[in-house]
Nanobody, 123 residues
Framework: QVQLVESGGGLVQAGGSLRLSCAAS????????MGWFRQAPGKEREFVAA???????NYADSVKGRFTISRDNAKNTVYLQMNSLKPEDTAVYYC?????????????????WGQGTQVTVSS
């Protein structure tokens, strides 16, 4: 069992930055593929970024060049640095974990989820 707790969300003006954190429980965190997803009101939850245990990464086209996913296995934590934020980035952001060793962009394949953290970008 893995528990995930997100933090770092908030209200920011367009063009600003936020850094989300996801703290994970469990001794095998370093072996999990970790992902970030987001869900805006009235929309489906969508893939944002993912990172494997080997630090391979993948990003949604909408965030490439603006967001950076990273992980610190010693701290059991994955991060999402979000720069040049836009109003369309407003959503609840969720952290997810899976035992796969490859990048996963399909939300249905992730086994564990956090409770989410709200990010609001004002224009």
């Amino acid at each position: 069992q893995v528990q995930l707790v997100e933090s770092g969300g908030g209200l920011v003006q367009a063009g600003g930055s936020l850094r989300l954190s996801c703290a994970a429980s469990g001794r095998t965190f370093s072996r999990y593929t970790m992902g970030w997803f987001r869900q805006a009101p009235g929309k489906e939850r969508e893939f944002v970024a993912a990172i494997t245990w080997g630090h391979s990464t993948n990003y949604a086209d909408s965030v490439k060049g603006r967001f950076t996913i990273s992980r610190d296995n010693a701290k059991n934590t994955v991060y999402l640095q979000m720069n040049s934020l836009k109003p369309e980035d407003t959503a609840v952001y969720y952290c997810a974990a899976d035992t796969s060793v490859v990048i996963i962009t399909d939300r249905k394949k992730y086994d564990y989820w956090g409770q989410g953290t709200q990010v609001t970008v004002s224009s």
